[in-house]
């Protein structure tokens, strides 16, 4: 059985102040924090033999934060404006990938600045506004190089992605070799490139031998793993984005109640958010890339609370925006396909509620 134990010490050191009224405000918070945070590391889940790419253990994660911030009301009490600014350095940040059809944990060292601003405002008594307003920079830090299972090559020419008929996992190989086995005797062994990732394992389609056995009974060149055959090249990741990390998050929204009559009131909101762009994986491949996106909704609501009675008109997505949200990756035994989220299709409804 394999263990895995972790343990650490952290701590938090907070202060606030009261300012009272102060500039434009009525009255002011300030706050910050030092904190250092911990969170255990773990074990992989079995990957197939001779398959592994990643350690059959991942490490903790920690994280020294740094937050300031501001809690104000504005206009009489009528407004709130709140402003945080934050620094994060993260040591064994984990993220999750899907390798062998496993989902797997992997830890790289990142650094997260960020701002956000919270605004609300009760500008009559039946009309209020509110908005938020997030930046974000979210970077990887210099470390060692990490294989891409999407790109294995890592862009080299000299290099061919193949699949592995046995394990139907993907290698790489060196490409003059390949093309070598490829053309040999006027293509009749091209089939044999189905064993390339595994050159040495016996093969009952070649009367038991390997694959390098019957490349040496044909005279041809041999394939070694670690030399010709290769799990993939490393690419460099230092200063890539951090996965589902947009620069920019903005929303913005507005609501009117009126009295209908003694019994029944009424309220209609409209909401728009607007997100820029991000990368769904540490490599920030074009495939990676989520455009930026924005939605607009809105609702007319009808309450009657003697009765219970609560009617809403409804629009989602007005915009009509078929825009991708979100996706990930699969790994090579499934096909590597990528499984996409979007945002629902636009509708229109109505919804009744009754409480008794």
Sequence with gaps: AQIAEFEEVTGRFGFDYQMGAFGFTDDTLLYGSLSRGYKGGGINPPQSAGLATVSNTFDPEFINAIELGSKSTLFGGAGVLNLA???YDYEGYQISAIVNRTSVNQNVDAEVKGFEAEFYYQVTDNLR???????????LNDQAPLLDTFDQTGGDPNWLVVKDAGTTQNCIANAAQVNTLLTAAGGALAGTAAFLCTPDAPQASLGGASLNQ??????LPTFDVGEEILTGNPVDVSGNSLPRAPDMTFSVGAEYEWAVSDSWNASIRGDFYYQSEMFTRIFNLEADRI???QNANAAFQLTNDAAGLEIELYGKNLL?????????????SSGMFTN???LE?????IRVSKDW
Excluded: K, V
Aim: glycine share 6%; net charge negative; aromatic share 16%.
């Design 340 to 342: 996409t989220f979007l």
């Design 320 to 332: 009509e925006d078929d825009q991708i949200t979100n996706q990930y990756l699969t790994d090579a």
């Design 85 to 87: 600014a934050f620094y």
């Design 214 to 219: 019957f490349l040496t009974l044909n005279g």
């Design 291 to 293: 455009d930026s996106w």
């Design 345 to 349: 299709p636009r509708q229109f409804g």
């Design 129 to 139: 506004i509110d908005s938020t307003i997030g930046l974000l920079d979210a970077t």
